[in-house]
């Protein structure tokens, strides 16, 4: 299996800062036929199912505002919420769907300060 | 609206079997691969498995700590997905989500959720 490691575990960003959440796979996700890495990023706020936020590693799902933003490729991936808003507060995932044996990341954080 | 609600959830016994639906509107459910992830108390999002369109060949894969006790099915004349989930442990207490998988080339991210179903195995 591939194993998703996010860093950090937990983070508190006030108001309008950068808040930027890092995912390392234990192997790349690179696709060498289309060059596409296999990787996406998730949103769960409290008592609400995940919402998917990238895919690609860096393509925006449709509605997702524009202050997310994915990054990365092969085995080092980046989200980074530009300007940290209080609706952002919630723990976002990373996902590998390169093996088919997908795979989460255990989840970060994201506070307020 | 696209839409994904998942019923069946509940209390049950270690070693019990349990089968969780998946009612699926607003999509041609038929085109679409199909997920399960679950979600232990206060932990992360765990993938359970998948089941392929039958355009393609509507197999199913699992993770390895299901293999061999869920099974994901589906109905497209119903537009439902099925896990029938059996020997049951403590372990498999979670909330459990279905999922649509992307439907376009070399994109497989989960991009529809339903609102789970909850299921707590417990003598």
Known sequence: ?113 | EVQLVESGGGLIKPGGSLRLSCAASGFPFSKYWMSWVRQAPAKGLEWVGRIRSKSDGGTTEYAAPVRGRFTISRDDSENTLYLQMNSLKTEDTAIYYCTRIQYCSGCYAFDIWGQGTKVTVAS
């Open chain 1, 1 to 113: 299996d591939i194993v998703m490691t996010q860093s950090p575990d937990s983070l508190a960003v006030s108001l309008g800062e950068r808040a930027t959440i890092n995912c390392k796979s234990s192997q790349s996700v690179l696709s060498s036929p289309n060059n596409k890495n296999y990787l996406a990023w998730y949103q769960q706020k409290p008592g609400q199912p995940p919402k998917l936020l990238i895919y690609w590693a860096s393509t925006r799902e449709s509605g997702v505002p524009e202050r997310f933003s994915g990054s990365g490729s092969g085995t080092d991936f980046t989200l980074t919420i530009s300007s940290l808003q209080a609706e952002d507060v919630a723990v976002y995932y990373c996902q590998q769907y390169y093996n088919s044996l997908r795979t989460f990341g255990q989840g970060t954080q994201v506070e307020i300060k």
